[in-house]
Structure formats: structure tokens, C-alpha cells
């Protein structure tokens, strides 16, 4: 029993930048690349690839401590987009792939005032 709970607490990543969801054949081919792309702009990030529904998903990016989870649906994959939506305020925001590296700078300091805040 102690051994399950030590695994469940080292599991909870409270630095953890994105917990992207995707859902959809497409989706879920993009969501590999796009997590590829975030990780080398220095972002920390979790993939789900259980495919369920997005509600199941946002619900484990909360318990795993993500300051924001990316949203990649089908629609979404074939305009070239994803979603931000910032955990703790509710906020969402739709940017697209090839805006990701000039974006990275203020996601990231968006990122830390967020991770400041809950501190």
C-alpha cells in the first residue's frame, strides 16, 4: 500500500508546463510532432494518448499539476492550430503551429507568473 502511494505522489509533477490532449486520428499524429516541437523550446510536458474524452483528459492534466493543458482536436489538426487553455483561470486561447517559436517567449513568461502565483 505505501508503494502505491509513493508511485501516485511522485507521479504529480507540480512544474509540469502542458498536458497536451488530442483526440482523433490526425490530432493524435500532430500531437506527437507538437510535443516534439514545445519539448525542444525548453517547455516540460506530459502527452496523453488514451484517446478518451477530452473532459477524462483536462481532468488528469489537473491532477498532474499542469499549469495549462494544449487542446489538439480534429478540427483544429487540419487548420494547423492548437488551443492553450490556462488551467487556473479558465482562459483559452487558439494560436497556430507556425507561430509556436515566436510565441514561445511569452508562453513561457506566462508560465512563470502562473507557477509564481501558486506557489
Known amino acids: 500500500?505505501?508503494?502505491?502511494?509513493?508511485?501516485?505522489?511522485?507521479?504529480?509533477?507540480?512544474?509540469l508546463d502542458f498536458y497536451l490532449v488530442s483526440r482523433g486520428n490526425l490530432a493524435e499524429r500532430r500531437s506527437l510532432l507538437l510535443a516534439k516541437k514545445l519539448r525542444e523550446l525548453g517547455f516540460s510536458l506530459e502527452l496523453d494518448v488514451t484517446g478518451s474524452k477530452f473532459d477524462k483528459q483536462l481532468k488528469r492534466a489537473n491532477s498532474r499539476?499542469?499549469?495549462?493543458?494544449?487542446?489538439l482536436g480534429e478540427t483544429e489538426a487540419e487548420?494547423?492550430?492548437?488551443?492553450?487553455?490556462?488551467?487556473?483561470?479558465?482562459?483559452?486561447?487558439?494560436f497556430s503551429y507556425s507561430d509556436l517559436a515566436a510565441i514561445a517567449p511569452n508562453l513561457q513568461a506566462k508560465l512563470a507568473a502562473l507557477k509564481q502565483k501558486s506557489e
Open 1 to 15: 500500500l505505501e508503494k502505491l502511494s509513493e508511485k501516485q505522489g511522485s507521479q504529480f509533477s507540480p512544474n
Open 79 to 94: 487548420n494547423k492550430q492548437f488551443q492553450i487553455k490556462w488551467l487556473k483561470t479558465g482562459e483559452q486561447e487558439i
Open 65 to 71: 499539476g499542469a499549469i495549462a493543458a494544449i487542446i
